[in-house]
C-alpha cells in the first residue's frame, strides 16, 4: 500500500508549468493572490491566535485569579472547549459549503466567531467564557473547510501548493500578535489583561466578512451547479488574463467539467460516499489520521501548555516565559513561510516522512534532556530543552504545516472535498480536545507523571511515522482533476484526460481552418 495512485497523462499541469510569466506579472492573478491573503489566509489567524490567547493568559496573574486557578479537569475545558465547538458544527459543513457555495460558509463562519469573542471577552463567569469558545470553535471549521477549498480551487495550478501551504503559515501571525498582546496588556491591574486579548480574537473574522465577496466563487463549485458561462469567465479572467481564446483555459475548463460529471455520476453527494469504495475509504483513513496526527504530535503540549513545561524545567519566570513564547512563535512563522515557499521542490510524502521523523528525534532529545534536568538538577540540561522546543519548530513544519491542506485538497476530490475536510477537522479538533484535556493531568508533577510523560509521546510519533511510510500515496506535480481518480479505475482516471486532448484538438484545427481562410483571403486580393 505504500504510495501508489493511478498515473495520467498531466496535460493541463505541464501547460501550466511551461507557462514562463510569473503571476506578479499578471494583473489579474496577482489582485486574486492579494485578496486571498485578508480574505482567508487570515482565517487560521484565528486558531493560532486562540492557542496562544490559552497559553498566555495562563501567566496573566488576573486571568488565574478570575477563574479560581483553574487546575487539572477544569483547566483542561477551559482550553478544550473550542475544539469541542468544532466536533459538534463539523457534520453540518457539506451542507452550507456545497449548496450555497465557499463564500457563504466562511462568511457564516466568520460571524458566528465575532459573537463567540464578544461572549469570550465580556464572560462574568467560568461557564459563560467555555460557551464562547464553543461558539468560536462552532464557527471556525466553517471557515477552514470553505476557505481551504477555495484558495486550492481558485489558485492557477503553477502556485496552488504554495497558496494552500502558506494558509496554515498564517496560524503563526495570530499566535505572535496574541503572544505579544498578552505580553503587553498583562501588566493592566484588572480583568481587561485577559478580556482585551479575548476581544481581539474576532479581528481577523472581521476582516474576513468585509472582504470575502469581493473573491470570487469557485469554479468548481459552479460547474457542479451548471453555471459553465460564470465557471469560464472566472477561469479566463484569472487564469488567461482575460483571453477568452486561451487554450490553457478551454483545457481547463473541460478538464474540471468532465471530471466533475464523472464524480457526480458515482457521487450521492452523502456521508456514506466517504465510505463506499476501498479508494474512499483509504482517503478517510488518511484525512482521518493527519487530523489526529497534526495534534497529538507533540505540538499541543508546546502550544497550550508552554508554561506548565517551562515550569518543569525550573524556567518559573512570567516575563521569560512570555518573551521565550514570542520567540518561539517568531521562529515558526518564519519556517512555515519557508517550507511553503518550498513546497514545489520536494515530494509530498519526502517532507512528510522527513518531518515526522525529525519530530521523533527531537522528542527522544528533548525527553532524556528533562530527565536530566528534573532528575539529576542538570542546568545546561534545563537549557537543552529550550534549544529542543525552538528546534521543534523547523520539524513540524517541514511537513504538518506545510502540506496539511495542500494535501487534503489534493486527495479528496471536489465532491468529497467539504466532507473530506470535515473529517480532518473532526478528528484533528477531537484529537485536540483529548490532548488539552490530557496534557495539564499527564504533565502535572504531583497528580501526574511529569516529564514522563513525554515518553508517550515518543512512542505515539514512532506509531505515526509508520502509518505515514504505509499509507501515504505521492500527490505532487498533478492538478485536482488529475488527482481525483488516484485510487480508482484506469478508464475514470483517463476519460477527463481525453475530454482535455478532445478541446486541444479541436483548437488546433480551429486555428489551422482560420489560419486558411486568411491565407486564401489573402491570396484573392
Known amino acids: 500500500m505504500v504510495g501508489g495512485g493511478v498515473q495520467t497523462d498531466n496535460i493541463v499541469h505541464r501547460m501550466a508549468m511551461e507557462d ?65 465547538g468544532a466536533v459538534i458544527g463539523l457534520p453540518f459543513i457539506p451542507l452550507l459549503n456545497d449548496n450555497l457555495g465557499r463564500r457563504w ?10 459573537v463567540g469573542s464578544l461572549i469570550q471577552g465580556f464572560a462574568v463567569n467560568g461557564p459563560m467564557y467555555i460557551v464562547a469558545r464553543l461558539i468560536i470553535g462552532f464557527g471556525l471549521p466553517y471557515a477552514i ?32 500578535v496574541a503572544s505579544a498582546v498578552t505580553y503587553g496588556t498583562q501588566t493592566i491591574p484588572s480583568d481587561w489583561s485577559w478580556r482585551v486579548p479575548s476581544l481581539l480574537q474576532m479581528s481577523p473574522s472581521l476582516v474576513q ?24 469567465k472566472i477561469l479566463v479572467k484569472y487564469h488567461a488574463e482575460g483571453d477568452e481564446n486561451s487554450e490553457f483555459a478551454k483545457a481547463e475548463m473541460a478538464e474540471i467539467k468532465t471530471t466533475i460529471a464523472i464524480e457526480l455520476e458515482h457521487s ?18 488518511v484525512g482521518s489520521l493527519l487530523g489526529v496526527m497534526s495534534q497529538l504530535s507533540g505540538n499541543v503540549v508546546i502550544s497550550y501548555y508552554l508554561g506548565d513545561i517551562l515550569n518543569l524545567i525550573g524556567f518559573t519566570d512570567p516575563s521569560f516565559q512570555a518573551k521565550y513564547n514570542i520567540g518561539n512563535q517568531c521562529l515558526g512563522l518564519v519556517c512555515a513561510i519557508c517550507t511553503a515557499l518550498l513546497v514545489m521542490k520536494f515530494k509530498r510524502r519526502t517532507m512528510f516522512l522527513t518531518s515526522i521523523s525529525a519530530i521523533l528525534i527531537i522528542y527522544v532529545a528533548w525527553t532524556i534532556s528533562s ?67 490530557v496534557n495539564p493531568v499527564g504533565l502535572d508533577p504531583n497528580t501526574g507523571i511529569g516529564w514522563k510523560f513525554l515518553i508517550v509521546y515518543c512512542c505515539w510519533i514512532a506509531v505515526e511515522a509508520f502509518l505515514m511510510w504505509w499509507l501515504w500515496p505521492e500527490t505532487s506535480n498533478r492538478t485536482l482533476e488529475e488527482l481525483t481518480f488516484l485510487f480508482e479505475d484506469f478508464d475514470r482516471a483517463h476519460a477527463a484526460t481525453e475530454a482535455v486532448e478532445k478541446e486541444i484538438h479541436h483548437s488546433d484545427i480551429k486555428h489551422h481552418e482560420e489560419a486558411n481562410i486568411s491565407e486564401t483571403t489573402s491570396k484573392d486580393v
Not at 470553505?146 to 494558509?167: D, N, Q, V, W
Request: charge should be positive; hydrophobic fraction near 50%.
Open 20 to 84: 514562463k510569466v510569473p503571476w506578479y506579472k499578471k494583473n489579474n492573478l496577482r489582485y486574486l493572490y492579494f485578496m486571498l491573503f485578508p480574505c482567508l489566509m487570515g482565517i487560521e489567524m484565528t486558531s493560532g491566535f486562540d492557542s496562544q490567547i490559552i497559553n498566555a493568559v495562563q501567566i496573566v496573574p488576573a486571568w488565574s485569579e478570575f477563574f479560581g486557578h483553574p487546575t487539572g479537569g477544569y483547566k483542561g475545558i477551559l482550553a478544550s472547549a473550542l475544539p469541542l
Open 105 to 114: 460558509c466562511v462568511m457564516f463562519g466568520s460571524i458566528t466567531m465575532i
Open 145 to 176: 473547510v470553505a476557505g481551504s477549498s477555495l484558495i486550492g480551487e481558485l489558485a492557477y495550478p503553477k502556485e496552488r501548493a504554495i497558496l494552500t501551504s502558506l494558509f496554515n503559515a498564517a496560524y503563526f501571525i495570530g499566535a505572535i
Open 209 to 232: 466578512v468585509a472582504l470575502v465577496l469581493f473573491l470570487p466563487e469557485s469554479p468548481r463549485f459552479l460547474i457542479s451547479k451548471e453555471r459553465y458561462e460564470e465557471a469560464f
Open 268 to 285: 450521492k453527494r452523502s456521508w456514506m460516499d466517504m465510505i463506499n469504495t476501498p479508494g474512499n475509504r483509504r482517503r478517510v483513513i
Open 371 to 437: 530527565a536530566e534536568a528534573i532528575v539529576a538538577g542538570s542546568k545546561p540540561a534545563g537549557k537543552l530543552c529550550l534549544f529542543w522546543i525552538y528546534a521543534y519548530q523547523p520539524a513540524y513544519n517541514i511537513g504538518f504545516n506545510a502540506l496539511t491542506y495542500t494535501y487534503l485538497v489534493e486527495i479528496f476530490p471536489y465532491a468529497m472535498r467539504a466532507r473530506g475536510i470535515s473529517i480532518f477537522q473532526f478528528f484533528g479538533k477531537a484529537a485536540q480536545f483529548f490532548g488539552t484535556n
